[in-house]
């Protein structure tokens, strides 16, 4: 017998924990050989795997332009998002849809993603005084969250409203992009250096409470100049929006509140920047939310690589040093003898690691080196997917293992293709290995990230929903890719200009490589000129002649 949650005692409709352990201690005490049966017909489904029937089909751009229609055709064009409610923050499948205008020139795939990250930066699934994100919004509007913040949703948010921002220059998405990534250093982040994995929604029992406020209790910290402007921007209503209470959002422009208040929009902008720090500090004096302080490996290396390109597209040392941490973080507590393990707390790291945990620190540490130009993080990344696919590899059905060829021996050795709220492990593989191809010009990186996307290619045009990172893998497989090779020392100015050219725009299928030859592929025999930090553009290696300004780097790089 199984289900996803049962109370204490019988509510709602449930059974009672106890009352069902009962059931069942009954049921195979007298029906013992029906429940034999049926054990094994679920043992029996289980072993046709989640993707039985899978057929090798060829990679083409239909699919992706079949998965567009798709994902457009659910798209909710007066609030943003996909479906109804509950809506969850949908990260993947707008990055996918940002890939795909970037690819295609589609405008309305542009707006798609646009109106969403607005609406949601707007609402209340973001926590509009703290920053970071809700885990979903109970309404289709995203006013009403469910107050708990996961590290892998702010991990993948803080990702798109980067790319966006590099896209649009919405000055919106930076803020959303900083303060995001800012909430988790200041809440989510372990001395050593670990991303912790979520925090509560109830704090003194009571679900938001640490959130929400009163007209009342905003004007004792803003005062009676500043409190009427600020609770008019933010929607704050003596009657509240939940139980009573406000969950402060945004639900119309601040030109349209200055004309209402009789103020400039300077002056209620200055307000509501004050009245937030104000806030904030006031609120960190309320009882905060549990934490959940174990560390996931799988989830430090989602944020790893967030914290990483946010360093290299914004210049910010701060963000980089935070990857740093995380980085010598994972190998010196993650891992034992080589091999990463699951799980972090309290001094011990302990259970094998999945699939997941490897793809995604590998992912992420192709960032880091990216974003710190330190070959070691390279090296550490190339290290451990050869561990991926010596441990994981299923050589008869071309795709990954969830658990490792070591693992306990379970029911049925499981396999995970579907794109859920993080993406799977065989998407991830896939995507960080075409990026190892790309870096190295190896055929076996690529020759075990095609095949995932050869045998989900039909339930990938289907069902994109579920494939929302296997498509952005599929995208840069099936689009131009650019090799981009910066020949100089990363600590020198002329350098870091050519470094901050290339990241300050969005280019999804790109690899970096920067430094001198240190044996990395990319660095081999490409010298500089006349002693100067130099850059190779290449497209499918082939390359372009070698340049040493930004200016003439930027014509390079510019889309035609």
Same mark, same amino acid.
């Given at each position: 017998?199984?289900?996803?949650?049962?109370?204490?005692?019988?509510?709602?409709?449930?059974?009672?924990?106890?009352?069902?352990?009962?059931?069942?201690?009954?049921?195979?005490?007298?029906?013992?050989?029906?429940?034999?049966?049926?054990?094994?017909?679920?043992?029996?489904?289980?072993?046709?795997?989640?993707?039985?029937?899978?057929?090798?089909?060829?990679?083409?751009?239909?699919?992706?332009?079949?998965?567009?229609?798709?994902?457009?055709?659910?798209?909710?064009?007066?609030?943003?998002?996909?479906?109804?409610?509950?809506?969850?923050?949908?990260?993947?499948?707008?990055?996918?849809? #940002?890939?795909? @205008?970037?690819? =295609? $020139?589609?405008?309305?795939? /542009?707006? &798609?993603?646009?109106? *969403? +990250?607005?609406?949601?930066?707007?609402?209340?699934?973001?926590?509009?005084?703290?920053?970071?994100?809700?885990?979903?919004?109970?309404?289709?509007?995203?006013?009403?969250?469910?107050?708990?913040?996961?590290?892998?949703?702010?991990?993948?948010?803080?990702?798109?409203? #980067?790319?966006? @921002?590099?896209? =649009? $220059?919405?000055?919106?998405? /930076?803020? &959303?992009?900083?303060? *995001? +990534?800012?909430?988790?250093?200041?809440?989510?982040?372990?001395?050593?250096?670990?991303?912790?994995?979520?925090?509560?929604?109830?704090?003194?029992?009571?679900?938001?409470?640490?959130?929400?406020?009163?007209?009342?209790?905003?004007?004792?910290?803003?005062?009676?100049?500043?409190?009427?402007?600020?609770?008019?921007?933010?929607?704050?209503?003596?009657?509240?929006?939940?139980?009573?209470?406000?969950?402060?959002?945004?639900?119309?422009?601040?030109?349209?509140?200055?004309?209402?208040?009789?103020?400039?929009?300077?002056?209620?902008?200055?307000?509501?920047?004050?009245?937030?720090?104000?806030?904030?500090?006031?609120?960190?004096?309320?009882?905060?939310?549990?934490?959940?302080?174990?560390?996931?490996?799988?989830?430090?290396?989602?944020?790893?690589?967030?914290?990483?390109?946010?360093?290299?597209?914004?210049?910010?040392?701060?963000?980089?040093?935070?990857?740093?941490?995380?980085?010598?973080?994972?190998?010196?507590?993650?891992?034992?003898?080589?091999?990463?393990?699951?799980?972090?707390?309290?001094?011990?790291?302990?259970?094998?690691?999945?699939?997941?945990?490897?793809?995604?620190?590998?992912?992420?540490?192709?960032?880091?080196?990216?974003?710190?130009?330190?070959?070691?993080?390279?090296?550490?990344?190339?290290?451990?997917?050869?561990?991926?696919?010596?441990?994981?590899?299923?050589?008869?059905?071309?795709?990954?293992?969830?658990?490792?060829?070591?693992?306990?021996?379970?029911?049925?050795?499981?396999?995970?293709?579907?794109?859920?709220?993080?993406?799977?492990?065989?998407?991830?593989?896939?995507?960080?290995?075409?990026?190892?191809?790309?870096?190295?010009?190896?055929?076996?990186?690529?020759?075990?990230?095609?095949?995932?996307?050869?045998?989900?290619?039909?339930?990938?045009?289907?069902?994109?929903?579920?494939?929302?990172?296997?498509?952005?893998?599929?995208?840069?497989?099936?689009?131009?890719?650019?090799?981009?090779?910066?020949?100089?020392?990363?600590?020198?100015?002329?350098?870091?200009?050519?470094?901050?050219?290339?990241?300050?725009?969005?280019?999804?299928?790109?690899?970096?490589?920067?430094?001198?030859?240190?044996?990395?592929?990319?660095?081999?025999?490409?010298?500089?000129?006349?002693?100067?930090?130099?850059?190779?553009?290449?497209?499918?290696?082939?390359?372009?002649?070698?340049?040493?300004?930004?200016?003439?780097?930027?014509?390079?790089?510019?889309?035609?």
């Amino acid at each position: 017998y199984g289900g996803t949650y049962f109370p204490p005692e019988d509510r709602h409709g449930l059974p009672g924990f106890p009352r069902l352990l009962a059931g069942i201690a009954h049921a195979y005490r007298t029906k013992k050989d029906e429940i034999l049966n049926a054990a094994a017909a679920v043992v029996a489904e289980l072993r046709k795997g989640e993707a039985s029937g899978a057929t090798m089909q060829v990679l083409s751009a239909e699919i992706l332009e079949s998965a567009i229609s798709n994902v457009a055709g659910n798209y909710d064009d007066r609030n943003g998002g996909f479906g109804h409610a509950p809506k969850f923050p949908p990260s993947m499948a707008l990055t996918f849809m #940002l890939r795909s @205008y970037a690819r =295609t $020139g589609k405008v309305h795939l /542009l707006e &798609i993603v646009d109106q *969403t +990250l607005t609406r949601m930066a707007f609402g209340g699934i973001y926590d509009q005084i703290g920053g970071g994100f809700h885990r979903y919004s109970v309404d289709a509007y995203w006013l009403v969250p469910h107050f708990e913040k996961m590290l892998y949703d702010n991990a993948l948010l803080s990702r798109i409203y #980067l790319d966006a @921002y590099l896209v =649009t $220059g919405n000055t919106l998405y /930076l803020r &959303i992009t900083r303060e *995001t +990534l800012d909430y988790v250093t200041r809440e989510m982040t372990s001395p050593e250096g670990g991303f912790f994995s979520s925090q509560d929604a109830d704090s003194e029992g009571v679900e938001g409470k640490y959130y929400v406020w009163s007209p009342r209790e905003i004007e004792e910290v803003l005062g009676d100049e500043d409190s009427p402007l600020f609770c008019e921007y933010y929607g704050v209503s003596p009657e509240g929006n939940f139980e009573g209470r406000n969950i402060l959002n945004v639900p119309r422009d601040a030109s349209l509140v200055a004309r209402l208040c009789r103020v400039t929009e300077e002056r209620l902008l200055q307000a509501v920047g004050r009245g937030r720090r104000l806030l904030l500090e006031a609120r960190m004096m309320r009882i905060k939310p549990g934490r959940d302080e174990k560390v996931l490996t799988s989830w430090n290396g989602l944020m790893l690589r967030s914290f990483s390109e946010a360093a290299a597209a914004l210049d910010r040392d701060d963000y980089r040093q935070t990857a740093v941490r995380s980085g010598e973080f994972v190998i010196s507590k993650l891992r034992r003898d080589g091999r990463l393990l699951r799980t972090y707390r309290d001094g011990t790291s302990k259970y094998n690691a999945y699939l997941e945990d490897y793809a995604c620190i590998v992912d992420g540490l192709l960032s880091l080196y990216e974003a710190t130009c330190d070959s070691q993080w390279y090296f550490r990344a190339t290290e451990l997917a050869d561990i991926m696919i010596e441990q994981f590899w299923d050589a008869a059905d071309s795709c990954f293992y969830f658990t490792s060829a070591d693992h306990e021996k379970l029911i049925e050795r499981p396999k995970e293709f579907y794109d859920n709220a993080t993406p799977s492990g065989n998407s991830v593989a896939a995507y960080a290995l075409l990026r190892l191809w790309r870096f190295t010009g190896e055929e076996k990186w690529l020759k075990h990230a095609t095949p995932i996307m050869e045998r989900m290619a039909q339930p990938m045009s289907r069902y994109p929903s579920a494939f929302s990172n296997l498509l952005c893998a599929l995208d840069y497989y099936l689009s131009g890719s650019k090799e981009i090779a910066v020949v100089g020392d990363p600590h020198v100015d002329g350098t870091r200009s050519l470094l901050r050219e290339i990241f300050q725009r969005y280019l999804p299928n790109k690899v970096v490589a920067c430094g001198l030859d240190d044996g990395i592929f990319l660095l081999k025999d490409r010298p500089q000129l006349n002693g100067q930090p130099t850059v190779y553009v290449c497209e499918n290696y082939a390359c372009k002649a070698p340049v040493t300004s930004p200016s003439e780097l930027a014509g390079l790089l510019n889309p035609p």
